[in-house]
């Protein structure tokens, strides 16, 4: 696996070397352009799999936001996809080997927490797993990380603070909560949503656990922003649909994409 993931990040190399990267989830690919941009699919990159999910794209760019060189994955890979926990942080550790020290993630979810709406941007600030799988099963690739890592400050607290001030400075109304993965990719049920806050949870989603035990195995700081696209099951008072999801995520994209532009630049410094 390591070599693989070292003949990936040479191949990425050639487009520049990125100190953040920047994974946009359902309905969010086309927020972030970068100045004089470089993009090559996933199917372009030795040993990156390809992602199936709609509205998502399966492309990387590398360029500048301001003096920072920047990576940016337009579409993610997904447990329910059929994809292997290996294969889905398989991006993301190729990242480390490039060189990122920033990962900045983005999802769509289901708001669970009074008080959310749709279209609300959420700060993650910590994470349940229940998606059944630890994507750091198995032998431990030790050049990239320890055993047992830590996840206490999975979700950078200094990063976060950043993340506020932005938000803060632009007008732009940003929360902060737990996110619960789950499998999917059918939605939950509402006896499930109701656990699930039960348990903690103020976002539900398929996605970015898995990249986030990856980055912080191989010691990237994380920043992760959510896009509650509907209420979760049982708060909405209609049946959920992926078209919903795409369509606010769509909506909500412009202001995600203002807020990224201008706090990317700040992260890595
Ligand atoms: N549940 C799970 N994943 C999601 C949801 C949801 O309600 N909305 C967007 N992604």
Redesign the pocket.
Known sequence: MMESLRVAAEFLRKLGEPEVAVVLG?GLGDVLPLEGEQVVSFSDVPGFPRPTAPGHKGEIAVGKLGDVEVLVQRGRLHYYEGYSPEEIVFPVRTYALLGVKVLVLTN???GIAEGLSPGDLVLIRDHINMLGFNPLRGPNPEELGPRFPDMTRAYDPRLREKAHAVARELGIDLREGVYLA?M?PS??TPAEIKAFRALGADL???STVPEVIAARHAGMQVLAISCV??L??GIAKHP?SHEE?LEIGRKKAAELGRLLQALIPKLSR
């Open positions: 359902s769509a979810s289901g789950t999917g939605y939950e539900v989603g398929m696209t509907n979760a099951a959920l999801v």
